[in-house]
């Protein structure tokens, strides 16, 4: 059974519209990795799928649920990674966290917390205020959620932006284990570069409509099916 299945989903902000009847499956321990143009779509069809944005139509189920009419218990199954990391800048990296397991209503000791940073190599900014992170710094910080509370599905927005060499070469490490483990990964990227570590399958956002190689004539992109 798929974790997730997009049907015929249609989106439009005013008279422009940006998502077309969108279908798409995604199974569990795979990746999905959107491509296309600045405007295409790619951050609107991220927000749909993380039920911070409802489409105008359409079907979305995750994980057994109807994402559409039951958001809170998707919401559940997810995490979403995008260019806004969702952090308390006056918190520290141990309080963020502490504060999104309450949320989830997960429990998890300090040496498990620290733990999480040790393996997204922040823990020697244990107790400075993220407010004070680089955008580098923050974007490996929301990912040490997955690690405390892995979801069964990942969305990620540009996820090697603002990240050097080694730290696009970390979170390729850390996506592959999730992946192996169980995972599912949707996420919007240009960095075609980045991702070639990663097994993933391509899928093309143009005219509004998910293509398995860009109708437009775009160079096709070089991936590994998953």
């Known amino acids: ?37 600045n405007g295409t779509g790619k951050s609107t ?27 809170e218990s998707a919401r559940g199954k997810l995490i979403f990674v995008g260019h806004h990391t969702h952090l308390y800048g006056h918190l520290n990296p141990i309080e963020n966290l502490r504060f999104f397991l309450d949320l989830r209503g997960v429990s998890r000791s300090e040496d498990r917390l620290h733990e999480a940073l040790e393996a997204v190599g922040l ?8 407010g004070g992170f680089s955008a580098g710094m923050r974007k490996r910080l929301a990912l040490a959620r997955t690690i405390l509370a ?13 990240l ?5 070469e970390w979170l390729n490490g850390m996506l592959g284990a999730y992946i192996e483990q ?27 409509k998910l293509w398995e190689n860009p109708p437009d004539g775009t160079q096709k992109v070089e991936a590994t099916t998953a």
Do not use: I, N
């Open 150 to 162: 892995p979801p069964a599905l990942l969305l990620l927005d540009e996820p090697h932006s603002a």
């Open 182 to 208: 169980g995972g599912a990964v949707v996420m919007a990227s240009h960095d075609v570069a980045r991702l070639a570590p990663l097994t993933y399958r391509v899928a093309w956002l143009y005219g509004g």
């Open 1 to 37: 059974m798929a974790l997730l299945k997009l049907r015929g989903v249609v989106h439009r902000f005013g008279r422009q519209v940006v998502l077309r009847g969108v279908d798409l499956t995604v199974e569990s321990g795979s990746c999905v990795a959107l491509f296309g143009g």
């Open 123 to 130: 823990a020697r900014f244990a107790q400075r205020p993220a």
């Open 164 to 168: 050097d060499r080694q730290g696009a």
């Open 45 to 71: 069809l991220l927000s749909v799928l993380s039920t911070r944005l409802r489409p105008r139509s359409g079907r979305y189920q995750l994980s057994g649920f109807d994402a559409l009419s039951d958001g």
